[in-house]
């Protein structure tokens, strides 16, 4: 069983900065696709930013240039950096990862971003 801990949200103001972190018991984010999603209130779920195995990352539109995906040596911490944030940025942030070709989602974190 792989836990996975998600910390770092909270409630900011439009061009603040956010750092969310992801740790897993295991190494769920070496070599392995991983990815941060989220779901505002209302909408669908979608993902923010993902990283395939060699390490690459793609963005959203919407957060592009704002938003940065990475994570440690080891593979069990995956990070999202989220500057300059917008009040569309809110919502409930997920990480992924995979384990022995499972799904492992974090228990979601809020991020609230209000003038």
């Known amino acids: 069983q792989v836990q996975v801990v998600e910390s770092g949200g909270g409630s900011v103001h439009p061009g603040e900065s956010l750092r969310l972190s992801c740790v897993a018991s295991?190494?769920?984010?070496?070599?392995?696709?991983a990815a941060w999603y989220r779901q505002a209130p209302g909408k669908e779920r979608e993902m923010v930013a993902d990283?395939?195995?060699?390490?690459?990352?793609s963005y959203v539109d919407s957060v592009k240039g704002r938003f940065s995906l990475s994570r440690d040596r080891t593979g069990n911490t995956l990070y999202l950096q989220m500057n300059n944030l917008e009040t569309e940025d809110t919502a409930n942030y997920y990480c992924?990862?995979?384990?022995?070709?499972?799904?492992?989602w974090g228990q979601g974190i809020q991020v609230t971003v209000s003038s």
């Open positions: 992924m990862g995979i384990y022995y070709g499972q799904t492992i």
């Open positions: 295991k190494s769920i984010f070496f070599n392995k696709h």
């Open positions: 990283m395939i195995a060699s390490g690459s990352t």
